[in-house]
């Protein structure tokens, strides 16, 4: 890749109260979306909720009932895919197996008439971007599914594309190649400097890869922030079920304060609404020993269940008014030592500032 594929040639997207339905489902109602020059964004989202009808109508594949989609200045809408200018990674790779892994990554440069001295070049340079030298002659079929990933990479910036679109590109791959690759995606980005629309329903992938997430559900877009942000302030209760786990607790809100069962809370922010839920993360949880614990917010409760998990445990326990809260620790010497047992009393701490209450919403549909 030469430096025209850099930063400076990067290109934001401007997304424009898209809206696609299909018969009565509504994939994408009103999508307003900005994704900045040269960005890591992640659409994530359960399943169905319209990931990959995005990414369609960002490639040109799929014609949205309404609204505007803009790369820089252009209006793109009305243009075919092949004229983009956009890079994209199918999610089942949609190679042609009968062809070499050189006549797959070489056929978008067919279609944009690259002339035919100028191919092989280009065609090892990508292959050497993704690390795949001496693959040239291999046909689809004799590759592992790791491969031919990367194939289906290489195919999609082999022409240089301002934009990289890529649609759960590492779903069919094993946990330990997946974990490879998503250090590997980031750091091709953080080389090629193209603005990247990646989509995935797998959180995790998500936090790791991303400069921000676009939160989707039932084709709404719910919240787009920094890893970060999303999880440590969700906008919305389906938003902190999706990413992460968490207990939601409602707590009443009166002249300013958070009431959880006759207690005020200590918060790290004033009350963002009239009607909000507590959010209880496990690894935000600490059982503190007797005594006073002014900036902590303290749970009485009884020790149900304890689950070893190797590097962590998870306690149950049951709060007072019987509501179930999952605190993590880690599994350090100490605190696997002084493990607590079922039946017994403790203290639940949550800091102050660690304490995040989410407005409530009514209108989300099913929850996660
Ligand atoms: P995701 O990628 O998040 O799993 P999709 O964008 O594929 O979701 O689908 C969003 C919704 O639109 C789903 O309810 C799906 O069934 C529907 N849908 C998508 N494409 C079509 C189509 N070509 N015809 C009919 N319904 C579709
Ligand atoms: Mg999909």
Same mark, same amino acid.
């Given at each position: 890749m030469d430096s025209r594929s850099g930063v400076d040639r990067a290109l934001p997207i401007h997304i424009r109260r898209v809206t696609k339905t299909y018969g009565d489902v509504h994939a994408l109602d009103n999508v307003d979306l900005e994704v900045r020059s040269g960005e890591f964004i992640t659409l994530l989202g359960p399943s169905g909720s319209g990931k990959t009808t995005l990414l369609m109508v960002l490639a040109g594949f799929t014609r949205p009932d309404y609204g505007s989609v803009r790369f820089g200045d252009r209006e793109v809408i009305r243009m075919p895919p092949h004229r983009r200018d956009v890079g994209m990674v199918f999610q089942n790779y949609a190679l042609f197996p009968h062809m070499t892994v050189a006549g797959n990554i070489a056929f978008p440069l067919r279609m944009r008439r690259v002339a035919k001295g100028d191919m092989g070049e280009r065609v090892e340079s990508a292959l050497a971007t993704v690390q795949l030298?001496?693959?040239?002659? *291999? *046909?689809?079929?004799?590759?592992?599914g790791g491969q031919k990933q990367r194939v289906a990479l290489a195919r999609a910036i082999v022409f240089e594309p301002r934009i990289l679109l890529m649609d759960e590109p590492l779903s069919a791959l094993d946990k330990k190649l997946r974990d490879h690759m998503q250090i590997e995606l980031r750091h091709l980005h953080e080389k090629l400097g193209m603005t990247t629309v990646y989509v995935t329903h797998d959180q995790r992938e998500a936090l790791t890869m991303s400069d921000r997430i676009a939160v989707i559900n039932h084709g709404r877009l719910v919240q787009c922030d920094a890893p970060r942000t999303i999880y440590d302030h969700p906008a919305t209760p389906f938003v902190a079920n999706f990413i992460g786990e968490s207990t939601l607790v409602p707590v009443e809100v009166t002249d300013g304060r958070a009431m959880l069962n006759g207690q005020a809370l200590g918060l790290s922010a004033a009350p963002p609404a009239a009607r909000c839920r507590l959010m209880l993360r496990p690894e935000r949880l600490t059982i503190l020993p007797d005594g006073g614990h002014p900036e902590y917010n303290v749970f009485p409760g009884t020790v149900r269940e304890v689950v070893y998990q190797g590097e962590s445990f998870v306690a149950w326990v049951t709060l007072r008014d019987g509501t179930e809260v999952a605190m993590r620790g880690i599994s350090q010497r100490e605190s696997l030592a002084s493990l607590p047992a079922p039946g017994r009393e403790v203290l639940l701490g949550l800091h102050h500032e660690e304490t995040v209450l989410i407005p409530d919403a009514d209108d989300e549909g099913a929850k996660a």
């Open positions: 030298d001496g693959f040239a002659e *291999r *046909r689809i079929d004799q590759l592992s």
